[in-house]
């Protein structure tokens, strides 16, 4: 019988369950960020201002766009379900740690 991959024997599988088993494997590690921070970073150079604001990250994962945006003065905050995702933002960056929810 085809089972969904997000279903297993005996309940359902959260998307917090999903996204930690693919951080723990290694999902996204290494990763360079996407193009769009690069242009979020232009912006704000442009716009000190913005730079001042808080920001949110919905969905910030284990951090290969989120960590760039923080590095580059953004105050922001990492939101995300997974726990395991925002345990290895912190490894990486434990200052950050009060920011990620
Ligand atoms: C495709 S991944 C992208 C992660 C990150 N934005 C990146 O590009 O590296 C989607 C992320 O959204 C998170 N996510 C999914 N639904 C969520 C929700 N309702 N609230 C917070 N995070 C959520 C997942 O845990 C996962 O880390």
Not at 5 to 15: D, F, H, K, S
Not at 17 to 34: K, T
């Amino acid at each position: 019988m085809h089972m969904r991959p997000n279903l297993v024997e005996g309940g359902r599988r959260t998307v917090a369950d999903v996204w930690d088993e693919e951080y723990r494997g290694g999902r996204y590690a290494g990763e360079r960020p996407l193009g769009f921070v690069r242009e979020i970073v232009a912006e704000l150079d442009e716009n000190p201002d913005i730079r001042r604001s808080l920001g949110l990250y919905a969905g910030c994962g284990n951090g290969r766009n989120y960590l760039e945006l923080a590095r580059a003065g953004l105050d922001i905050i990492g939101l995300d379900v997974s726990a395991a995702g925002l345990a290895q933002i912190a490894e990486r960056e434990l200052a950050l740690a009060p920011k990620l929810v």
